[in-house]
């Protein structure tokens, strides 16, 4: 090969003496890669319908360019794959050079340059045009991550629509977010039909105490499905639930979370599976306080009940005439301050005056205390509205009682006995917990609970010695007892509350705190501890934010009475979190109003480039003919 020294060597021309020494083909490969800004400016031009001489001196200006280029190209190839062909440089202008060496040649090195030339017009062209019209890649909740994955890879420019009821998992989550931001069109749509199966974890759930799922599960009216739980060890428990006229079956389900930290619970209803997660908090004992008149069998069994389930339990006996029989340092409270080593009082066989019925009504909405009355007092004010005995006592049947209300509470064993009742007028927003059919029809109720402002009250007209005492149910009644004060303890008693969705292990974890916020909180996972600093989001308000590293729990505060869970990538993210992942990305979002036509799509293709292309062509093979057949070389 030999190159002829010059001191400008802007035009190198390969030689046609040597056919084989460029391959056509290896050259359209590489125009195909090639990134020209004139392409827009010329592609404007065209359309725009100029003079033909600006067309053209825009065009000599640009293929001169272009030509400089792919001949630089070529001898690279020419060097690469045959040593002996010639290369020679020729040292003229830009056009000048385009202008002559285009038809220099043999007649096929003529034809091969003049198609390129063409073939890559209307390839830069086409640059400027949009992309071709393609439907979204439609993903449901049925499309893994790694499908997702793999349909990015192959199709990295298509556009993509989440179209389901459910919220997408974590990983495809963070797939739609990242191609919302490198511009490819991401929508995520909520179609209006809600998903059959959904499970709503417990609030504030305690090792070692009884606690609840609540579930709802969707299908055909009449239809009986059986729902199995399990705690990720064993199979807990499963329940058959019967469909409703209105399509829709709810039911809570019993849980014993025994350890504390992060805890998950998978509910499948024939092909269905949703989980719920919880933070769990530490085993400890309910520390209850009684209240009673002079001693009963009822208020000394429910005492025994309670000492033998574990609580610890303090006992006021008003004696009368200011006498009183205390165990466990036990008072009568008459500020907050008194109630703060008590998480559930219980008055029993008494009649409390309203100072007390006032301050426990304070005690349970603000600072999250359980109240038990037994019996209803006949009038009760302020918090107390709407609560009070409803007629006097009558005689029941035990096998004439209907059980109800939250799964937590063990209801009492069947028994063939008789006892004394005195039903409950309970508010509106009250749950009925055991009741029986009234004269007219009307369900008389003897215990209902309700949960107003932080706490929780429960109200009893039951008389359960006898099932201990008559009917020899001692587990049964202590089950009873224990179950219904734990249920009342489980109410709001923290300083501060946390709300927040799981995280994944490397996306950053956020929760909004509320109440007397502390200035920083220790987080733990177990093996080491950092202490991060709140940020103020408000009036007793603040926000924490770290990134989890595994999966898991993280302990957060001192005594670990909250936390952050940590799931995997595959489970669904909330609506929430998914629509601030991706609008914040970039993307579109769709409410269950919106039809499939909402959905973004690449924008249809022009076909005027393709034109301008065959255009160019046809001109320049007329060029090279009339120049032929009038002698030019």
């Known amino acids: 090969m030999s190159i002829a020294d010059t001191n400008s060597p802007e035009i190198v021309v390969v030689s046609p003496a040597d056919e084989d020494g460029v391959a056509i083909e290896e050259l359209l490969d590489w125009y195909a890669a090639l990134d020209f800004d004139q392409a827009s400016a010329l592609g404007a031009a065209w359309r725009a319908r100029e003079l033909p001489d600006a067309v053209r001196d825009a065009l000599d200006r640009w293929v001169a360019t272009v030509y400089r280029r792919v001949n630089e190209r070529a001898a690279a190839i020419v060097a690469q794959a045959h040593p002996d062909a010639r290369v020679e440089v020729v040292p003229s202008s830009l056009v000048d050079t385009y202008k002559t060496s285009i038809w220099a040649g043999s007649t096929v090195a003529t034809v091969a340059r003049l198609l390129t030339a063409a073939l890559l017009v209307g390839l830069l062209l086409r640059g400027d045009a949009s992309r071709e019209a393609q439907a979204p890649l439609e993903v449901t909740a049925a499309t893994s991550t790694a499908e997702l994955a793999a349909a990015r890879a ?42 059959p199966l959904r499970v709503e974890p417990p609030l504030a759930p305690v090792a070692m105490r009884r606690a609840a799922l609540d579930v709802t599960l969707r299908g055909e009216a009449g239809e009986r499905i059986t729902v199995v739980l399990d705690d990720g060890a064993a199979q807990s428990d499963s329940v058959v639930l019967t469909v409703g006229t209105d399509g829709v079956a709810r039911a809570s389900v019993a849980v014993l979370p025994t350890r504390p930290g992060a805890a998950t619970w998978s509910v499948r209803a024939g092909s269905h599976v949703a989980r719920a997660h919880a933070w769990v908090r530490a085993e400890s004992p309910v520390r209850a306080l009684v209240l009673t008149g002079p001693p009963t069998w009822e208020s000394r069994f429910v005492v025994r009940a309670l000492e033998s389930a574990g609580m610890r339990v303090a006992v006021h006996q008003a004696l009368g005439r200011g006498q009183a029989v205390v165990a466990g340092n036990a008072a009568v409270p008459r500020t907050l301050e008194d109630l703060s080593d008590h998480d559930v009082v219980l008055v029993l066989d008494g009649e409390p005056g309203p100072e007390l019925l006032g301050l426990l009504g304070r005690w349970v909405a603000e600072s999250g205390g359980g109240v038990l009355l037994s019996p209803a007092p006949p009038s009760a004010p302020g918090p107390w509205l709407g609560w009070a005995a409803a007629g006097s006592n009558r005689t029941v049947d035990a096998g004439a009682l209907a059980w109800s209300g939250p799964a937590e509470v063990e209801p009492l064993p069947s028994a063939a006995l008789r006892f004394e009742a005195r039903p409950v007028a309970a508010p509106a927003s009250a749950t009925a917990v055991a009741s029986l059919a009234g004269p007219g029809g009307e369900p008389a109720v003897l ?35 224990s179950s219904l004060v734990e249920w009342l303890a489980e109410g ?14 490397g996306v ?12 920083s909180l220790g987080v733990a996972d177990g093996a080491r501890r950092e ?40 489970e669904p993210a909330s609506w929430s979190r998914a629509a601030l992942t991706v609008g914040g990305a970039g993307g579109v979002l769709l409410g269950p109003t919106a039809g499939p036509g909402d959905v973004a799509s690449r924008p249809v293709e022009s076909r005027r480039p393709w034109l301008l292309f065959l255009t160019l062509a046809l001109l320049a093979t007329t060029g090279w003919t009339a120049r032929r057949l009038g002698g030019a070389p």
């Open 508 to 519: 950053a974890w956020t929760g909004r705190l509320e109440g007397d916020v502390p200035d």
């Open 492 to 505: 709001l008693t923290s300083p501060w509350t946390l709300a927040s969705q799981p995280a994944a292990p």
């Open 154 to 195: 192959a199709r990295p420019d298509r556009a993509l629509a989440w179209s389901d009821s459910a919220s997408p998992g974590l990983g495809v989550l963070a797939l739609l977010a990242g191609a919302a931001r490198a511009g490819t069109p991401v929508t995520l749509r909520h179609v209006e039909e809600p998903p």
């Open 531 to 570: 202490v991060i600093p709140v940020l103020p989001a408000g009036p007793r308000a603040a926000a924490l934010r770290f990134v989890p590293t595994a999966e898991g729990g993280y302990a957060l505060g001192a005594d670990a009475s909250h936390g952050a869970v940590v799931r995997s990538a595959h």
């Open 447 to 481: 215990l209902a609970v309700a949960e107003p402002g932080r706490g929780r009250v429960a109200v009893s007209g039951l008389e359960t010695w006898r099932w201990r005492m008559e009917a020899g149910h001692l587990s049964g009644h202590e089950a009873f007892w």
